[in-house]
């Protein structure tokens, strides 16, 4: 059971270039979620699934664009890169939010 | 707008005492209070939930308190070890919305033998 695994681990991009960050979850959890987090600020929700076939804007959700592929996974994707998302993303899933998020390891990126 | 306030500077406490972390919100009450640890370079690891209509909280070592008049969460960890030292978030989720679910900067505790 490897709970919420998410690929690449560390990435550096150049400003304008695209990429697909993956996670994936086997607790058979309805809800996923992306989020950043960047220093002195809160986790800051971009955009979340309820449920598999449906995805939803977060608070951040500008820049970026996401695919809910399947019940397991939910992808992240920056279609050109810009400094301003230089940060650590992390995805997560649950049942019922209000119950707790289960978190992955986290992506590093940094866009120069 | 909803704004969640932990304390930023880190706090240093001596293995064996209490520590306590404190986490502020403005605006809106939330159905629920939730705190996670995170350590570096690691996704956050749920702790505890608490609601709204709950005083206090306890699993283990750790206690929670939520003063919906305050508006104010305490968090606890009673007989505190190294392995403690991590960096808490809090978190609100607001009733009227699935996926509100607010997270506090977090604070840093340090525990020193």
């Known amino acids: 059971n490897a709970g919420v695994t998410q690929t690449p681990k560390f990435q550096v991009l150049k400003t304008g270039q695209s990429m697909t960050l993956q996670c994936a979850q086997d607790m058979n959890h309805n809800s996923m979620y992306w989020y950043r987090q960047d220093p002195g600020m809160g986790l800051r929700l971009i955009y979340y699934?309820?449920?598999?076939?449906?995805?939803d804007k977060g608070e951040v959700p500008n820049g970026y664009n996401v695919s809910r592929l399947n019940k397991r996974e939910f992808s992240l994707r920056l279609e050109s890169a810009a400094p301003s998302q230089t940060s650590v993303y992390f995805c997560?899933?649950?049942?019922?939010?209000?119950?707790?998020?289960?978190f992955g390891p986290g992506t590093r990126l940094l866009v120069l | 707008s909803q704004k969640i306030e932990q304390n930023s500077e880190a706090l240093n406490i001596q293995e064996g005492k209490t520590a306590t972390l404190t986490c502020n919100y403005t605006?809106?009450?939330?159905?629920?209070l939730q705190w996670y640890r995170q350590d570096p370079g690691r996704g956050p690891v749920f702790l505890l939930l608490i609601r709204e209509n709950e005083k206090e909280k306890r699993k283990e070592r750790l206690k929670v308190t939520f003063d919906t008049t305050l508006k104010q969460s305490l968090f606890h960890i009673t007989a505190s070890q190294p392995a403690d030292s991590a960096t808490y978030l809090c978190?609100?989720?607001?009733?009227?919305?699935?996926?509100?679910?607010?997270f506090g900067a977090g604070t840093r505790l340090a525990v020193h033998p």
């Open positions: 605006n809106y009450s939330p159905a629920y």
């Open positions: 978190a609100l989720s607001f009733s009227g919305g699935y996926n509100k679910l607010i």
């Open positions: 699934s309820a449920s598999e076939g449906t995805t």
């Open positions: 997560a899933s649950s049942d019922n939010p209000r119950e707790g998020l289960y």
